[in-house]
């Protein structure tokens, strides 16, 4: 008998869950007031489970590492639905400012633990394969399978092939998922699932963005991620086709979505120490969004409560991540298996 699944949440998470589960035979419904509107219409795209990686986080890492290699072909099979190219930089060029910052991308390596992965590589070679980047840079790293995406053209590029593969969008807000019809409901609302699972242990952590747009005399985006450690905070440059995307802060929040002056300052000056030809480009956007952000920093994939499932709290890696969950909301789902930690 085919199954009947109710998905809360119409981000990049909830929609990958939703064609998963179509491709598998269900039945999907999807709800949200807005779909895209949260942490996936802000987001850089950034692929990137070895720049994340810390010490004590070796099962985020190991997860991470897993959804990467599904990416390319995750990729390959939604570009045909995309109004434009998904992939948008292949490979992270890491630049440290001081040595402070370069003592960081030493312990980001140790915790990967892979040359292989995430490597030291002299600021020589970093900045040749960064046209236009500030010659003074302390230490840098790359890590060549880390891949970046354009968020954005994923979002619609899934909502098309869900469609095309029976995934119905209902624009209803959802206060109780237990009321929800079908054989099963799976939440997947991003900040919002605190709300919907109390005891989820989701909280929002604000994160605010920058896109710049190139002008016709201006040096081209990089080819590749550039990420930094400027006086220890970190930064992002990530390109597209007409720019770069630049984030992004971090700090607790309370669902307070205003972009903040000082921040977001602060955050274009470090973008312009390590890559300072970005001053010339145009400013097209400032925005923040909310990242659902678990204690652990790992997300919760699995049974809530009777026919109640969770595929949330996913953090800065819901992009990352989605192919990995979409598998393991299949499995939970329609195949009755939960997955261990490993």
């Known amino acids: 008998m085919k199954s009947n699944v109710s998905v809360v949440g119409a981000g990049i998470v909830g929609l990958t869950v939703a064609w998963s589960l179509a491709r598998a035979g269900a039945a999907v419904t999807v709800y949200d007031p807005e779909p895209g509107s949260g942490a996936s219409w802000v987001a850089g795209g950034m692929l990137a489970p070895y720049s994340e990686a810390w010490p004590g986080e070796e099962r985020l890492l190991a997860l991470g590492a897993e959804s990467l290699a599904l990416w390319d072909d995750f990729a390959a099979a939604l570009q045909p639905y995309a109004d434009g190219t998904l992939i948008t930089a292949r490979g992270t060029v890491w630049l440290a400012t001081d040595d402070g910052d370069a003592a960081d991308l030493a312990t980001i390596a140790a915790a990967v633990g892979d040359e292989d992965v995430f490597e030291a590589i002299r600021p020589s070679a970093a900045i040749r394969a960064i046209p236009g980047a500030a010659p003074r840079i302390r230490a840098a790293a790359q890590a060549p399978s880390e891949l970046a995406v354009d968020n954005r053209l994923v979002h ?187």
């Open 156 to 342: 619609r590029a899934l909502l098309t092939v869900g469609a095309a593969a029976g995934v119905t969008v209902r624009t209803e807000t959802v206060n109780a998922p237990s009321q929800l019809p079908g054989d099963a409901v799976i939440v997947c609302a991003g900040a919002a699932s605190a709300d919907l699972l109390p005891d989820c242990g989701v909280r929002s952590v604000k994160g605010e963005v920058v896109r710049l747009r190139r002008g016709p005399t201006c040096l081209p985006p990089p080819t590749v991620t550039v990420r930094a450690r400027v006086h220890g905070r970190p930064a992002y440059v990530v390109p597209r086709a007409d720019g770069v995307v630049v984030g992004a802060t971090q700090y607790e929040n309370d669902r307070d979505l205003a972009p903040r002056v000082g921040p977001v300052v602060d955050l274009l000056e470090d973008a312009f120490s390590v890559l300072p030809f970005l001053r010339e480009y145009e400013l097209i956007e400032v925005t923040a969004g909310l990242r659902p952000t678990r204690p652990d920093n790992l997300p919760l994939i699995g049974p809530v409560d009777g026919r109640v499932f969770a595929a949330t709290g996913h953090g800065r890696n819901g992009i990352l991540l989605a192919p990995i969950t979409g598998a393991r909301a299949v499995d939970m789902v329609l195949n009755q298996e939960v997955h261990a930690w490993s």
